[in-house]
């Protein structure tokens, strides 16, 4: 999937290609758990700082 994430320590809208792996709420506040693949690791993103998501149709492939 591709997503439009605001990123609050830059106070930017960054566009990122995420292999996402799990939806889930904690603390109240519910997150996308991917493999990000700009900073080719895991990261958690916030929904509420997502405005658009674009389906790929791709599985990606990475190192852990």
Not at 20 to 25: A, I, K
Not at 32 to 45: A, P, S, T, V
């Amino acid at each position: 999937a591709e997503i439009e994430y605001y990123v609050r320590s830059r106070e930017e809208w960054t566009v990122r290609r995420v292999d996402v792996e799990d939806v889930y709420e904690g603390d109240d506040t519910w997150y996308l758990e991917g493999y990000c693949r700009l900073r080719r690791e895991h990261r958690l993103f916030r929904l509420d700082q997502i405005r658009a998501v674009r389906v790929s149709g791709e599985f990606g492939e990475y190192d852990e």
